[in-house]
């Protein structure tokens, strides 16, 4: 694969949102598309600053991200598809109206998030 030149424009693009719910309606809505596929939710400390972000697109990758003052404490979001309401939890539910969405602990990534 060719290596980037500095001045190339990238084909990653960043949305850096406000807060967690409304990063998390990005989630609802790919689960509620045709494909039906939901974005994994990844953790990493970058530059010590814990950074939560989804990943999408399907030919250039978006990056769809929050920074948090802590290191979620949970293993799951609960999240109501209806409301978009949600909750941190430890294990799946059974509520068939939510979706329990990993927390996915990374150690490395490639991307460097403009914070």
Do not use: W
């Not at 950074?51 to 920074?67: D, K, M, P, Q, R």
């Amino acid at each position: 694969m060719p290596q980037k030149h500095q001045n190339e424009p990238s084909s990653t693009s960043y949305l850096k949102y406000h807060n967690l719910e409304d990063m998390l309606k990005v989630i609802v809505y790919a689960a509620q598309s045709p494909i039906g596929l939901t974005p994994m939710l990844y953790h990493i400390n970058h530059n010590n600053r814990d950074v939560l972000f989804i990943e999408s697109g399907a030919l250039n990758s978006v990056i769809h991200y929050i920074t948090q003052n802590e290191k979620p404490r949970n293993k799951f979001i609960e999240l109501k598809r209806l409301t978009g309401e949600f909750t941190f939890v430890d294990n799946i539910g059974s509520d068939t109206q939510s979706l329990y969405v990993p927390i996915l602990e990374l150690e490395k990534c490639s991307f460097n998030f403009p914070l």
